[in-house]
């Protein structure tokens, strides 16, 4: 489940992460953040309640 | 030698140290074809001919010396530009780092010129390796050398070294992996790839796309030239903590050609079945050719692939991000904006989405080692389609619809996020003449396993050895 997200949204959270980007720019990425938004609330229907998240990379 | 620039780079190094060829005539042979060809096919952003002459007349004395030889001595060789070379721009394929030249070797590099390789240049790739199609505005899309009429994707993100190792402009390239950015291009391009397990060959001095999700590995036309390489740049190295102490063993030693009792689990489920019909039938004619060779095939599956995309993005958005956050307060302008805008969509994700994707990627990693626990390689195609035009943006697989984008990274994206290693190899053509191919995927660290597969396979096809027409 993911929401559209407005222009006052975007740009709230693109300031809070540190861009000031216009909202030209904002509109133009729109389309792309609430697919990619889509796509990872597909993670939240996985079972990872007890599942550690990997930080350790090297596999041996 | 009738053919210098179509050797396969075992060949070259066994003529050259025989002294029946010079590492001249071979670097020249090579440069000659280069000038050539490349005008049209944009597989180099930079060639480094007089560096690479000089190296090759060095070459030359040390065997007229009688001096010991490395493996690959004058052989040459293709560096994606992400690879930093000591004097040699690495651009990442961008305008943003194009006047950057660094002052020491990445440490592969470093190893393949003591092992006695020959570097001819900077192969052209995705912009900071943030793309499968092989499109590049700065540099030029490479063009996939398969299909002289039409403008084809070479894929990428190391489409240059595909298109070089296929038109016969190098016998090895190296590329980079993030998501499948060495097996698309080796299987648009007719071409033998593995990325290794995570953590076997080092990746200091080489560009990053996304840290825990990137591998190095080489590009060649035969899983033997591919064993002879990785062998020479695996390894522990101190500059790159994620690498491993395990010792690398001797990959040409473990191709034997032989196949008995080796099990192999071939993915059917949303691998096959998302493939092309064409692309379908020839890994199935490949497993029974595996079968035939003594392999016992069955089939696995992998439930929990159809959640890699989500846990993937998660990752390699948040870390691509990390990276470019500088340039992309700065020098938003200086990007190809097809990478610019799924950049700056990285600064969307959250770290909750993060997290959650590194626990999805270690459910992941259990499943597949659950499905190589009683099987020795899993096979599946490299690519659901064969090379889309260049300009194409939708195509249909077998179980629907699909960008092609997220088409060409969906069968090889799954072992970036488990970490395991995978070899690409030709298994066909399709009707149209162009390459098909399949991977192996093996347990981590026994990339001998998978080279030995793949090897046997070549044994029995000639897939690997068909070369483009070119003028």
Redesign the interface.
Same mark, same amino acid.
């Not at chain 2, 903590?241 to 491993?244: R, Y």
């Not at chain 2, 997290?355 to 459910?363: H, I, P």
């Given at each position: 489940m993911s929401q559209p997200i407005d222009l006052a949204a975007l740009r709230a959270s693109a300031r809070l992460a540190g861009f000031d980007w216009s909202d030209a720019e904002l509109e133009a990425i729109r389309p792309i953040v609430e697919a990619s938004l889509r796509v990872l609330s597909g993670l939240e229907q996985l079972p990872l309640a007890d599942v550690e998240p990997t930080t350790q990379y090297r596999m041996l | 030698m009738a053919d210098l620039t179509y050797a396969s780079a075992t060949e070259l190094a066994r003529l050259i140290a025989s002294k029946q060829v010079s590492p001249v005539e071979v670097v020249r042979a090579h440069l000659d074809r280069i000038t050539s060809l490349d005008g049209s096919l944009k597989s180099f952003i930079t060639v480094a001919a007089d560096a690479a002459m000089a190296a090759a007349r060095e070459a030359e004395a040390a065997v007229a010396g009688g001096r010991p030889l490395g493996p690959l001595h004058g052989v040459p060789l293709g560096l994606k530009d992400l690879y930093d070379t000591a004097g040699i721009p690495t651009t990442g394929g961008s305008k943003i780092l194009a006047q950057r030249v660094p002052t020491a070797d990445a440490t592969v590099v470093r190893r393949l010129r003591e092992a006695g390789m020959i570097v001819l240049g900077k192969l052209n790739m995705v912009e900071f390796a943030y793309g499968p199609e092989g499109r590049n505005p700065h540099y030029g899309h490479a063009r996939n050398p398969w299909d002289v009429a039409t403008h084809r994707m070479a894929g990428g993100s190391s489409s240059g070294s595909g298109v070089a190792v296929a038109a016969g402009l190098v016998p090895v390239a190296l590329g980079s992996d993030t998501g499948g950015s060495i097996r698309i291009p080796c299987s648009l391009c007719g071409l033998t790839g593995i990325k290794p397990?995570?953590?076997r060959v080092s990746r200091a001095g080489v560009l990053p796309l996304s840290w825990?999700m990137d591998h190095v590995g080489p590009m060649t036309r035969n899983a033997a030239d591919t064993a002879l390489v990785l062998g020479a740049m695996a390894g522990y190295d101190a500059a790159d903590?994620?690498?491993?102490v395990?010792p690398v063993p001797d990959y040409m030693a473990a191709l034997t050609g032989d196949l008995r009792g080796v099990r192999v689990g071939l993915l059917r489920s949303f691998f096959l079945d998302g493939a092309a019909t064409d692309v379908r039938a020839a890994v199935e004619t490949a497993a029974r050719a595996l079968e035939k060779a003594g392999a016992v095939v069955d089939e696995v599956a992998l439930p929990g692939v159809r959640?890699v995309? $989500?846990?993937a993005?998660?990752v390699v958005?948040t870390e691509a991000m990390t990276y470019h $956050?500088a340039w992309?307060?700065t020098r938003?302008g200086d990007y190809d904006?097809d990478v610019s805008?799924?950049l700056?969509?990285g $600064?969307?994700?959250t770290g909750v989405?993060y997290?959650?994707?590194?626990?999805?990627? $270690?459910?992941m990693?259990r499943e597949v080692d659950d499905a190589l626990a009683r099987r020795d390689v899993l096979l599946a195609p490299a690519t659901p389609i064969t090379a889309p035009g260049i300009d194409e943006r939708q195509t249909t697989l077998g179980d629907g619809p699909s960008d092609i984008r997220s088409a060409l990274i969906r069968l090889t994206r799954p072992f970036n996020f488990s970490?395991h290693p995978a070899c690409s190899l030709p298994c066909g053509f399709s009707s149209d003449g162009l390459p098909i191919g399949m991977q192996l995927v093996g347990r981590?660290?026994d990339e001998a396993t998978v080279l030995r597969v793949a090897d046997a396979y070549q044994r029995v096809t000639d897939w690997h050895a068909r070369r483009p027409v070119l003028a």
């Open positions: - | 397990t995570y953590g825990s903590p994620t690498t491993s395990l959640h995309a $989500a846990g993005l998660a958005a $956050a992309l307060r938003r904006p805008t799924r700056m969509a $600064a969307f994700v989405h997290v959650r994707g590194q626990q999805a990627r $270690a459910l990693r970490g981590p660290f």
